[in-house]
C-alpha cells in the first residue's frame, strides 16, 4: 500500500494540469476568426484589443462589440498498444465569450477595455475507459481583462498598450488504482488563481494599400491554490495526500507580425506569422501545504514538461460583396508544442489546419453581424515512444490520438 502515494504523484503530475498547445484560444472576434485570425495588420474592428491594440484609434464614435465562439472539440484514442480498442471522447461544447467597448477621443487617440476567454476548453472521457488513472475530466476557465489605449504618433504610424488581469480556474478529475487490492480511488483537484500581464501593439501603413502590424501578449504568471481531494475506502485515505495544494504556471507569451495588402477597394488580403512561447512551462511543481516529506517539510513533487516553442501561420481574404455584406475567408496552420512521449489524454495535441470562412452583414447604419465558422483538423498522430506510465507497472500509453473540432463565432457590433 505504500505504492500509492507515489503513484498518485506520477498521475497528478504527468498530465498538463492547465495549458497545452489545445488549451490556447485564439478566436476572438468573429472577423479576425473568418480570416483565420490574420488580423493584426487589418485591426479596425473593436477585437483589435485582442490582435492589435494600435489600431483602436481607426475605430470611430463608441462601439459595442460582443459574441461569443461555440466548440465542440472531437478526439478517439486507439490502444494503448498493442490494444486497437477505440474510445471516445465524449461531447463537449465550450462557449469562450468576448466583450469590447470602444472610444474615440479625437482622430488620434482611441481607448477601450476588453473580456475573453483566451485560455480554457477541456476533455471528458468515460470513468471507466483504459486511461482513467491519466485522465477522466479536466476542464479549464480563464477571463482576461484588458483595459487599452492607443495612439497615432503620425499619418502612418500608430501604437497601443493594454494591461492585463487574468483570473483562472482548473478541475481535474482521474482514478488511482488501489492494487493489490480491488477497486480504485477517484482524485479531484481543482484550484484557482490570478496573474497580471501586458499587450503591445505597433500599426504602420508605409503606403496606402500596404499596412504592416506587430502585436505582443505577454506572459502572465499565475499562482493557483485548491484542494486535492481523494474518494477511497477508509483503510486507504490516510495514504493519499489531499488537503490544500498550491501551483505556480505561466502561461506563453505571443508575438505576432502581420501584413495587409488592400487590393482593391472591394478585396484585402492578410497574413499573420505567430509565435508561441510555450518553452515558459517548463515544469510544472505542485505544493502539499498539508502533507510532510521525510525531512518534515511541506511535500513538494516536481514534473517536467519542456514544451516547444512554436508558431501560427494565418492567411484571410475579405472581399467586400455590396454595400451590407462582406465574405471572408481563410487558412492556418498551427504548430503544436508537445513531444510524443508527453502526449496524453488530458491534451490529445496534434499539428492542425484550420478552415474559416464567414460573413459580415450590414443590419442597420449602427448595426452589423459577424459570422464565423471554423473547421480544424489535427493530424492523426501515433505514439510509440511514450512516457506516461498508466498502471502501477510499466507500461507506457501508447497508441493512436485522431482529433477534430467544429467551432462558430458569432458577434454582433453596435455604434452610439
Known sequence: MKKIIPIFLLIMLTTSFLYGGGFQINEHGARGMS???AFTAIANDPSAIYYNP????????????????????????????PSITETKLEDQIFNPINFYV????????????????????????DPDWVGRYLAIETEIRTFFFTPTISYKVSDNFAIGAGLVFAYGDVLIMRKNSLEPFAGDAEIELEGDGTAWGFTLGILFTPFDDLSLGFSYRSETNFDFEGDAKAAAPPQFSQ?????????????????TLGLAYFATEQLTVSADLQFVGWSSYDKLEVTFNDVKDASGDKLVSTSVRNYNNTYIARFGAEYKFNDVLDLRYGLLYDKNPVDDEKVD?????????????????????????DVAYMFLRFNEREIDNSEIEYTQGSAKFNGVYNSYAHLLGINLSYEL
Open 54 to 81: 494600435a489600431g483602436l484609434y481607426q475605430i470611430s464614435g463608441t462601439r459595442f462589440y460582443t459574441g461569443v465562439t461555440l466548440i465542440q472539440p472531437k478526439a478517439s484514442f486507439r490502444g494503448p498498444s
Open 345 to 369: 489524454p488530458t491534451l490529445p495535441d496534434s499539428d492542425r489546419l484550420g478552415f474559416n470562412f464567414g460573413f459580415g452583414y450590414k443590419i442597420t447604419s449602427k448595426l452589423s453581424l
Open 239 to 255: 495514504l493519499l495526500p489531499t488537503g490544500k495544494i498550491t501551483a505556480p504556471l505561466t502561461t506563453p507569451q505571443n508575438i
Open 35 to 37: 480570416l483565420a485570425g
Open 102 to 125: 470602444t472610444h474615440q477621443v479625437n482622430s488620434d487617440l482611441g481607448i477601450g477595455i476588453g473580456v475573453n476567454n483566451q485560455y480554457g476548453l477541456g476533455t471528458k472521457w
